[in-house]
T-cell receptor, first 112, second 111 residues
Framework: DAGVIQSPRHEVTEMGQEVTLRCKPI?????LFWYRQTMMRGLELLIY????????DSGMPEDRFSAKMPNASFSTLKIQPSEPRDSAVYFC??????????FGPGTRLTVT | EDKVVQSPLSLVVHEGDTVTLNCSYE??????LLWYKQEKKAPTFLFML????IEKKSGRLSSILDKKELFSILNITATQTGDSAVYLC???????????FGKGTRLSVIA
């Protein structure tokens, strides 16, 4: 298995632009998680899905952030409009019915 | 509120030393505790512990869980520079809920 796949790996954009991050979970995993990691705040959970249904989005910082999971093999995290304080590494992770959670390689986002 | 606390926050040792990393937790309906290693990229899974007193071992790394005292330790013997990383502890509170992560311990192994 290729593991969790994320794209792009790096994104540099200007303030005010829309950013879309993509994730393909491991096949057969029924939970998907979006995290943000910074030096200051560590690893923060933004939103998670069980069986493609959003369960808890209380970690999404503002209405500028939205996430979708249209099917079991694809999810997006969108930031519109982006701001410099959104600069971070964004991880997607997936998990089967057990508790072992596997992370993707992350997307390093820089908003100038 | 569910909470995971790791100590120390950072640690510098010499190659060959043995280190012990600590993780304590307060969660409702505890299910499992997981350890991850994070170098310059994504966290990679090390161990999952569900039962007290049973040591999990992988090479020079080992871990054990104490569900009565609500903590776990991760031991690394004969450390190498390649062990330098942030070690994250996380717990599963219940069912399909997300992991609750600690802030991590940054380990630096110097030659």
């Amino acid at each position: 298995d290729a593991g969790v796949i994320q794209s792009p790996r790096h994104e540099v954009t200007e303030m005010g632009q829309e950013v879309t991050l993509r994730c393909k979970p491991i096949s057969g995993h029924n939970s998907l998680f979006w995290y943000r990691q910074t030096m200051m705040r560590g690893l923060e959970l933004l939103i998670y899905f069980n069986n493609n249904v959003p369960i808890d989005d209380s970690g999404m910082p503002e209405d500028r952030f939205s996430a979708k999971m249209p099917n079991a093999s694809f999810s997006t995290l969108k930031i519109q409009p982006s701001e410099p304080r959104d600069s971070a590494v964004y991880f997607c992770a997936s998990r089967p019915n057990t508790y072992e959670q596997y992370f993707g390689p992350g997307t390093r986002l820089t908003v100038t | 509120e569910d909470k995971v606390v790791q100590s120390p926050l950072s640690l510098v040792v010499h190659e060959g030393d043995t280190v012990t990393l600590n993780c304590s937790y307060e969660v409702t309906n505890f299910r499992s505790l997981l350890w991850y290693k994070q170098e310059k990229k994504a966290p990679t899974f090390l161990f999952m512990l569900t039962s007290s007193g049973i040591e999990k071992k992988s090479g020079r790394l080992s871990s054990i869980l104490d569900k009565k005292e609500l903590f776990s330790i991760l031991n690394i013997t004969a450390t190498q520079t390649g062990d330098s990383a942030v070690y994250l502890c996380a717990v599963v509170p219940s069912g399909n809920t997300p992991l609750v992560f600690g802030k991590g311990t940054r380990l630096s192994v110097i030659a």
